[in-house]
């Protein structure tokens, strides 16, 4: 699997200017919802819900918000590049890079695939600073393509 195959140009947001950790979900979940054609609500409602079950900030401002959901037909991600944001991550650090991760609740392991997918990618140094410097959704996205390997 390849991280192209699962993410879109116009799913990569630049600059999010979000306030905390639910209305960065918020927003993640309505460009969500436009290009799933599902509720929004729900989407929100089953990120927040996994949330609870502990946080999806993995550390080094980076977090991998993900869910199933019952409706959705594929894997969706979508990747937003942020103001620093407190993410209650594992080492409390404020996260500014966040891959969203939405799979079918049948998806199995294609789920733990697309994860191992995109952690692989926020270890990679060179990619992590490119993404943090990047300035525009058209570059972080290039830089997300560029960093893609296979496996």
């Known amino acids: 699997m ?3 195959e699962i993410l879109s ?5 630049a600059n999010v200017k ?5 209305q960065l979900l918020t927003e993640l979940a309505e460009l969500a919802a436009k290009q799933t ?3 929004k609500n729900v989407i929100i409602d089953a990120l927040i819900e996994r949330e609870r079950l502990g ?15 019952a409706k959705l037909k594929k894997i969706f991600c979508a990747f937003a590049r942020t103001e620093p944001v407190d993410f209650e991550s594992v080492d409390a650090k404020p996260v500014d890079l966040i ?29 992590v ?6 300035k525009t ?15």
């Open 2 to 4: 390849r991280i192209s």
């Open 9 to 13: 140009a116009n799913a990569v947001l």
């Open 18 to 22: 979000a306030k905390n950790k639910k």
């Open 37 to 39: 054609n599902l509720d």
């Open 55 to 69: 946080t999806t900030g993995i550390g080094y401002g980076v977090a991998l918000p993900h869910t199933r959901l």
């Open 99 to 127: 891959f969203l991760l939405l799979v079918p609740e049948d998806a199995g392991a294609d789920h733990l695939k697309a994860l191992a997918k995109l952690s692989r990618l926020l270890r990679n140094e060179p990619a």
């Open 129 to 134: 600073l490119s993404l943090r410097q990047g």
């Open 137 to 151: 959704a058209k570059e972080l996205y290039n830089t997300i393509i560029k960093y893609d390997t296979e496996d």
